[in-house]
C-alpha cells in the first residue's frame, strides 16, 4: 500500500507560469511533510516543508498548500524559470525522522 | 562543512557478488537512512538508524543488510547481489525534525 501518492508523473509549464505539484497520504499521523527538489546528476534536496499547524507555507515563489481533511498537500510553484526544471518529491513522516517519499513529478519549464 | 559522504561513488559487481557501501556524516545527527532510488519509485527506504548500534528495518529490507557501527558510519551489506539490485543508493542523516541532508550516491551495477 502506498503510503504517499504524486501526481501527476509529469509536468511542462511555460515559463511564468504557475506549476502545481499534488500529494495525498493515508497515514493520519504522519506531521510534518516536505518537498524535496533533484536536478539530473545530483541528489535530492530539501525545498520546503509544513507541519500541519498551518494551512500554508510560503518561501518566495514556492509555496505549500495543505488540506488535512482530505489528506492532500500542494506545491505551487509560481512565475515557474527554466531552471526549476527538475524531479520534485514530496514526502511524509510520523514523529520518527522517517520520511515516505512519493514516486516524484518530473517538471520541465519551457521558455 | 556538515556532510554526507558515500563511497564507492560508482560498483560493478557480478550475480552472487558480495558488496558493502558505506555512509559517514559529520553532522552530528542521530538519524541515517539508506534509500534506493528507481526510476517510476522514487526513493523507497530500505534500512535506517537511530544512533550507533540501532537498526530499523525499512519498507524495502530484502536481500540488504546494514550495520551502524558509530553516530558517523553507516553500512549498507548486500551478501548476494543479485540484478534486481542495480540501482542508485542514497544515504541520508537527519536531526529530529526530518530535514534530510543527502549524499551523492551510489550508482550499483550488479551484472
Known amino acids: 500500500q502506498q503510503q504517499v501518492r504524486q501526481s501527476p508523473q509529469s509536468l511542462t509549464v511555460w515559463e511564468g507560469e504557475t506549476a502545481i505539484l499534488n500529494c495525498s497520504y493515508e497515514d493520519s499521523t504522519f506531521d510534518y511533510f516536505p518537498w524535496y527538489h533533484q536536478f539530473p546528476g545530483e541528489s535530492p534536496a530539501l525545498l520546503i516543508a509544513?507541519?500541519?499547524?498551518?494551512n500554508k507555507k510560503e518561501d518566495g515563489r514556492f509555496t505549500i498548500f495543505f488540506n488535512k481533511r482530505e489528506k492532500k498537500f500542494s506545491l505551487h510553484i509560481a512565475d515557474s524559470q527554466p531552471g526549476d526544471s527538475a524531479t520534485y518529491f514530496c514526502a511524509a513522516s510520523a514523529n520518527t525522522g522517517k520520511l515516505t517519499f512519493g514516486d516524484g513529478t518530473v517538471l520541465t519549464v519551457k521558455p | 562543512e556538515a556532510a554526507v559522504t558515500q563511497s564507492p561513488r560508482n560498483k560493478v559487481t557480478v550475480t552472487g557478488g558480495n558488496v558493502t557501501l558505506s555512509c559517514r556524516q559529520t553532522?552530528?545527527?542521530?538519524?541515517m537512512y539508506w534509500y534506493r532510488q528507481d526510476t517510476g519509485h522514487g526513493l523507497r527506504l530500505i534500512h535506517y538508524?537511530?544512533?550507533?548500534?540501532?537498526?530499523q528495518i525499512g519498507d524495502v529490507p530484502d536481500g540488504y543488510k546494514a550495520t551502524r557501527t558509530t553516530q558517523e558510519d553507516f553500512f549498507l551489506l548486500l551478501e548476494l547481489a543479485s540484478p534486481s539490485q542495480t540501482s542508485l543508493y542514497f544515504c541520508?542523516?537527519?536531526?529530529?525534525?526530518?530535514?534530510?541532508?543527502f549524499g551523492s550516491g551510489t550508482r550499483l551495477l550488479v551484472i
Open positions: 541520508a542523516s537527519s536531526d529530529d525534525n526530518s530535514d534530510y541532508t
Open positions: 509544513i507541519r500541519p499547524v498551518s
Open positions: 553532522n552530528s545527527h542521530n538519524y
Open positions: 538508524s537511530y544512533g550507533a548500534g540501532n537498526l
